[in-house]
């Protein structure tokens, strides 16, 4: 690490992956970089695969500083759209009908029985109806 009396920002190299990211400090030693300087560390962060500590680790930031960074750019980061819904229409060919029993009761709902087997169902439905609530 290179320290200046002066107030002139200093390019800090404390490890080597780090010299490879655009980051620079003040005299008091702390990290500053620029929006584009972000973006670019942001990317090389995505495309690292690396856990934000590992990353922060590796690159000499303070991790407090990088995730920050990181939280900041999620936050901001368009969202992607999704894909649309697509609805089809589904046409049914109909059935042969049967003989059945249809029922129109007073609130106008409909009733309809297909299967002799359902009588006794909707004769338990129908004295169930009856009583008052």
Known sequence: MISTSGSDPVVVAPAAVISKLPVTADTKGRVRASKEQRRVILAKFEQSGMSAAQFAQRTGLKYSTFAAWVQRYRRTKRPEPKPAVRLLEAIVA????????????????????????????????VRALEKPC
């Open 94 to 125: 109909p059935t042969a009908t049967t003989a059945g029993l249809l029922m129109h009761l007073p609130n106008g709902a409909r009733l309809e029985i297909s299967d002799a087997s359902q009588i006794p169902l909707v004769a338990a439905l």
